[in-house]
């Protein structure tokens, strides 16, 4: 593997430490539900979620690392609860909300995070392979959203939900499905917007573009060399990045805002050429020059 295209996610010594421009105390108080909270952009927010004088509880399927990092948010001074859960089961969803609410009773904002696609051709992407990808990041969302909002209701209590999708908007060749569910995220985030405001609901979304952290790694080599030319400022983004953006959308900073999406991508949706399986010869620039030569 290229040192240009090794990614890891940032260690926790960073974490700790990294400067923000965010006031200590921001979040006493407050309590964040943060799903995909054990590693990656989930782990980076709930760390800062924390640092700022928050709580937070963190969802995921792996129970060991979301009780590593529970240990890491405690030991930064705050109280981190994980719930290892599926957001695919609305069962399991409500469950979740219900803990929720029993050890904090009350919860100011929800991180939809969690979430996951595989690099493959549109043509070969089996049923089960595009259920499993939409009922993740879309369905599971939706219920997450949902379950939240009509507890918010219940009890009178304002909320406040940021979702993580991704910088679909010149298309996502390779991960069509995540393209797909990420799409209906923002225009479903866009809807209960309106909906959900007499409950003083705000809901936004965040679309991160190439943010290196292990993830990256999922991928072919030419893949991640992809990722690090898929903005005009030609370098990856970090967890930081995202983590900060979905402060500045939690707190008061981003009162006024809802219904919108924060790009946060270094400018591809404007300029980049992500391929997550590695650029088709089809598409290389030498490959468009020696046909242009050939007049096709």
């Given at each position: 593997m290229s040192e240009t295209v090794k990614a890891a996610d940032m260690s926790e010594a960073e974490i700790a430490s990294r400067a923000t421009v965010y006031r200590d105390g921001l979040f006493r108080g407050q309590v964040a539900l943060i799903s995909g909270g054990g590693t990656g952009l989930g782990k980076a927010a709930a760390a800062l979620f924390v640092r700022l004088g928050g709580s937070v509880v963190i969802c995921g399927r792996n129970s060991e690392r979301l009780k590593e990092t529970a240990e890491f948010l405690r030991s930064l001074g705050g109280k981190a609860t994980p719930i290892a859960m599926t957001i695919r089961d609305p069962e399991q969803v409500a469950q979740l909300m219900d803990r929720v609410w029993d050890e904090y009773d009350r919860l100011d904002v929800l991180v939809n995070n969690a979430g996951g696609q595989f690099a493959q051709a549109t043509m070969d992407v089996s049923a089960n392979g595009w259920k499993a990808v939409v009922d993740t990041n879309l369905n599971g969302t939706f219920y997450m959203m949902q379950q939240a909002a009509r507890r918010w209701r219940e009890r009178g209590q304002p909320g406040n939900i940021i979702n993580i999708v991704a910088a679909f908007w010149r298309g996502l060749p390779q991960v069509a499905h995540t393209c797909a569910a990420r799409a209906g995220v923002v225009f479903l985030t866009r809807t209960v917007a309106i909906e959900w405001a007499p409950h003083?609901?705000?809901?936004?979304?965040?679309?991160?573009?190439?943010?290196?952290t292990d993830a990256f790694n999922y991928y072919s080599e030419t893949g991640r060399a992809s990722f690090e030319q898929a903005n005009p400022m030609l370098h990856a983004g970090d967890p930081w990045d995202?983590?900060?953006?979905?402060?500045?959308?939690?707190?008061?900073?981003?009162?006024f805002v809802t219904g919108e999406v924060l790009n946060v991508d270094g400018g591809q949706q404007l300029w980049g050429d992500p391929w997550f399986a590695g650029r088709p010869a089809y598409f290389e620039l030498d490959y468009a020059a020696s046909r242009l030569r050939e007049g096709q």
């Open positions: 003083r609901i705000r809901a936004n979304c965040i679309a991160p573009g190439t943010i290196r995202i983590a900060e953006a979905i402060v500045y959308l939690a707190s008061d900073a981003g009162k």
